[in-house]
C-alpha cells in the first residue's frame, strides 16, 4: 500500500466501456494539463475565479472496477494509448510543455474485479480497495443497466410525429422486463442499479473520508430518464414496475440528494439537525451524460447506426441533450469531480450536473433540479430506511459468518 503519495486515487464503475470509459479518458487527459479545463467549464465563472479543486496532481490512481477482466485489461490498454495520442496532440499543436510526461510517470491504471449483481460480491471488491489503497479521493458510480426487451413501434409512430428530440433523448418506446430478480432474491435492476453502489458508497465511506484533499467525493450517474412516477415506496426493489430503469435513476436522484442532507431522518420522516458540522463528510454529486451513443441502448437498437444518425439529427435541430461521444457525455462527471467546491451546486439543493453539447458538438453542463423531490421527499427518507436496513442485516450476517 502506497501511503507516501497524495496523488488522487479514483475508482470508475463500469469504467470498460460507454460513459464510464468516456470518464476515465476524459479524466486522465484532464489531469494532464496544469490546468484541466474541466474545472471550469462555465466560462464566465473561470474568469470570476480561476481556482482549482486539486492541485497540479503529479500523478494518479485510477481503478477501473469492472465485472469482465477481459474487458478491462483492454479499457486498459487502450487508456494508455489514447493518453499517448493526447500529448502527441499537444505537441502537434505546440501547447506541450511537458508536464503531462511528469503525469504519465505518476499514473497507474489499475483492475479491481466488481460485479454489482450479488452484495457478496460488492463487499468482497470494497474489502480489496480497503486492503489497497489508503483513502479513496473519487468515487464514481457510474455501471448501469437496462432490462431491455424490445420496442414498441407504436409509440415510436407517434413520439417521431409529436416529440422527435423527446424521440431520441426519453424514449418511451422501450419495453422492459418485469420481475427480474438477483440471485439473493432482489430486484435485478435495482440491485445492480442502486443498491449495489448503496453498499459501495457506505462501505468506502471510511476511505473517502482519509481524502487528503477534503471532501472526498462520490459521484453517482443519473440520467434525464430518472421519472419520480417511476418510485413507487411499495415496489422499492423495482420489480413490478416496467420502468425499473426509470425507477432507478430516480432512487439514484434522491439518495444522492438525501446523502448531502444536513438533518438525520428516521424512517417516520422525523429529522433531527446532525450535532456537529463534519469536514471529513464525503460530498455526493448527481450527474447524467445526457444522450450519448452506448452499448447500454444504442446498441441494442435494431438500426443503431441509425439511431445514431437521428441523434445527430436531433443536435442539429437545437437539441442539447445530445453530446453523443461519450467522453463528452463523461463532462458532467469530470466536472463534478474537478471543479472548485463554491463552483458546484450547495448541497442544500436537490440539483442534478448534466452534460450538454452545442450545435458543433462542444461539451459544456447546465445544473437542472431533480423533479419532484420536495413532494417524494417523505418516500425517499423510506427508501433511504429500508435500504440501511437492508445493508446493516447484510453486514451483520457477514460479520457472523
Ligand atoms: N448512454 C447514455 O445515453 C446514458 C444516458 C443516461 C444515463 N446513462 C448512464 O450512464 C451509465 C453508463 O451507461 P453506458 O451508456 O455507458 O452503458 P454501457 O456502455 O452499457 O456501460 C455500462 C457499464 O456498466 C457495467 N455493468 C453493467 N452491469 C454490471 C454489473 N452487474 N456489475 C458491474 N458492472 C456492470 C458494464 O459492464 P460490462 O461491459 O461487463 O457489461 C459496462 O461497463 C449508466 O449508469 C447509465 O444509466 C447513460
Known sequence: MDSESKNPIVIVTGANSGVGFGICQRFITQLATR??????????????????????AEGLTLVLACR??????????????????????????????????????????????????????VFAFCDEIKKRYPYVSHLVL???????????????????????????????????????????????????????????????????????SLPGRVIWESSSEAKPQAFDIDDWQLVKTDQSYEGSKYQVDVIATLANSTVLYDEDGNSRPLD????????????????????LFT????????????????????????????????????????????????????????????????????SELVRGFEGRKQDSIKLVAKMDALYGALKKSRTSD
Not at 471550469?40 to 475565479?49: D, M, V
Not at 499537444?90 to 452484495?119: M, N, P, W
Not at 449495489?196 to 476511505?207: C, F, P, R, S, V
Not at 456537529?276 to 452499448?295: K, L, M, Q, Y
Open 299 to 366: 446498441s441494442k437498437m435494431v438500426f443503431s447506426a441509425f439511431w445514431t444518425y437521428l441523434m445527430y439529427a436531433a443536435r442539429c435541430t437545437g437539441s442539447q441533450l445530445h453530446p453523443i461521444q461519450p467522453v463528452k457525455g463523461a463532462i458532467s462527471a469530470t466536472y463534478a469531480m474537478l471543479a472548485p467546491l463554491w463552483a458546484l451546486p450547495d448541497p442544500s439543493h436537490p440539483a442534478k450536473i448534466g452534460s450538454r453539447a452545442t450545435f458543433a458538438g462542444r461539451p459544456y453542463v447546465e
Open 142 to 212: 457510474n455501471a448501469g443497466l437496462m432490462a431491455y426487451k424490445g420496442i414498441d413501434w407504436a409509440v415510436v409512430a407517434r413520439q417521431l410525429v409529436t416529440d422527435f428530440h423527446g424521440l431520441v433523448s426519453t424514449p418511451e418506446f422501450k419495453l422492459q422486463h418485469v420481475g427480474e430478480t438477483s440471485e439473493e432474491g432482489f430486484g435485478y435492476v435495482w440491485m445492480c442499479n442502486v443498491f449495489g453502489h448503496y453498499i459501495m458508497a457506505k462501505e468506502l465511506d471510511q476511505l473517502l473520508r482519509k481524502c487528503p
Open 68 to 121: 469482465n477482466p477481459d474487458r478491462a485489461e483492454e479499457a486498459r490498454k487502450k487508456l494508455w494509448l489514447l493518453l499517448d495520442e493526447f500529448i502527441a496532440q499537444q505537441i502537434r499543436d505546440g501547447l506541450y510543455d511537458g508536464y503531462a510526461e511528469t503525469f504519465k510517470k505518476g499514473l497507474k491504471i489499475e483492475f479491481v474485479k466488481c460485479d454489482l449483481s450479488h452484495s457478496d460480491k
Open 35 to 56: 490546468v484541466p479545463p474541466d474545472s471550469y467549464p462555465q466560462l464566465e465563472l473561470a474568469s470570476k475565479n480561476p481556482r482549482l479543486s486539486i492541485e497540479p
Open 276 to 295: 456537529i458540522v463534519d469536514e471529513t463528510r464525503p460530498r455526493h454529486f448527481v450527474v447524467g451524460p445526457a444522450v450519448t451513443a452506448s452499448e
